[in-house]
C-alpha cells in the first residue's frame, strides 16, 4: 500500500473516523446528504479522518475534503475490477471500498444475481488489481446479504470478515456484534484490522458511543459511521464525541458531553 494514502485514511496511530457518506447509491432518499459538501466540512472540521462516498458524491468534493482521506464506495464484478481502480485512480482516491456477501443466495445480492461466491470472486480480482497499484481496500462484509438480517449471527459476522480478510483486503467493515466476547472473537478470527459500521439510526447518543467505546476496546482500528453523524441534530458534536473515543481514548461520559 502506498504510505501517503495511508496517512491520509488513519492517524499515527493506526486509528480512523470515517464518515460513511455512500448511501445515497442504494437507499431511495438521503435528505441528510442534499448538500453532503456541507456535511463534509463539518465532519473534516470536527475531527474527522476521512470520507466514504461515491463516485458522483466524490467527484465534486475535494475543496470541502481539504486534506481529509477519501475512501472510495465502488460496486464491482470480477470483469469490472480494473476499470474501477483505474476510475479510482483517476479521481484521486486514497483508498477503495467494497462489499461482499458470503453465503447469499442471489436474491439477496446487490445487483440481484449472483451468488455469495460470485462476490468473493469479484472482490479477489478487486483487491488484486488494488494491490497493483498501492491501492488501500477496504471489504465490507455482509453476511448472506443486506435483507437476510436474521442469518447475521455473531458466529456469521466473525466468519464473514475472515472471509473478507482471505481475499487480501487491507482492512474489514463489518457490524458490531452486540457485546465484547463475541466482538473480540470477530478480531481474533480476521487476518487484518476491523472497523466497525454504524447501522441503523440509534435514538440514544450514548448506546452509539458505548458500541464505539466497546469496539475499540476489543482492537477494532475505528469506525465507519453515516446516519448517526450526518443524521444527528449536532453533526458537529456527534463528530467529535466519536473522535475523542476514537483517537483519545475517553470515555462515554466525557464524549458525551460533546454531543449534549
Known amino acids: 500500500m502506498s504510505a501517503l494514502r495511508e496517512r491520509r485514511l488513519f492517524r499515527e496511530s493506526g486509528r480512523s473516523l470515517v464518515i460513511a457518506m455512500d448511501h445515497a447509491r442504494v437507499m431511495p432518499t438521503v435528505t441528510g446528504l442534499k ?28 475543496s470541502a475534503l481539504g486534506n481529509g482521506g477519501l475512501w472510495l ?82 458466529e456469521t459476522v466473525a466468519a464473514a ?38 447501522g441503523v439510526k440509534v435514538d440514544s447518543d450514548k448506546d452509539v458511543l458505548q458500541m464505539v467505546r466497546d469496539a475499540i476496546d476489543c482492537g477494532a482500528v475505528g469506525i465507519t459511521m453515516g446516519r448517526n453523524i450526518w443524521g444527528h441534530d449536532n453533526i458537529a458534536g456527534m463528530t467529535a464525541a466519536l473522535a475523542a473515543i476514537v483517537h483519545d481514548d475517553s470515555s462515554v461520559d466525557d464524549a458525551y458531553g460533546l454531543v449534549s
Open 161 to 198: 470478515a475472515r472471509v473478507a480478510s482471505e481475499t487480501g483486503a487491507d482492512y474489514v467493515k463489518t457490524f458490531y456484534t452486540g457485546d465484547k466476547e463475541s466482538f473480540t472473537t470477530a478480531i481474533e478470527n480476521c487476518n487484518v484490522p476491523i472497523l466497525i459500521l454504524g
Open 35 to 62: 448538500d453532503i459538501n456541507s456535511v463534509i466540512k463539518t465532519c473534516i472540521g470536527a475531527g474527522a479522518d476521512a470520507i466514504l462516498a461515491p463516485m458522483g458524491s466524490a467527484a465534486g468534493c475535494a
Open 73 to 154: 464506495s465502488v460496486d464491482t464484478t470480477a470483469a469490472t475490477a480494473s476499470s474501477v481502480v483505474e476510475s479510482a485512480l483517476r479521481l484521486g482516491a486514497d483508498g477503495i471500498k467494497a462489499e461482499i456477501y458470503p453465503w447469499c443466495k442471489p436474491e439477496n445480492d446487490f445487483f440481484r444475481n449472483r451468488s455469495g461466491a460470485e462476490t468473493v470472486l469479484g472482490i479477489a480480482c478487486l483487491v488484486a488489481e488494488c494491490h497493483k497499484w498501492g491501492l488501500p481496500c477496504m471489504i465490507e462484509s455482509i453476511p448472506h446479504g443486506w435483507p437476510a438480517a436474521d442469518k447475521r449471527t455473531p
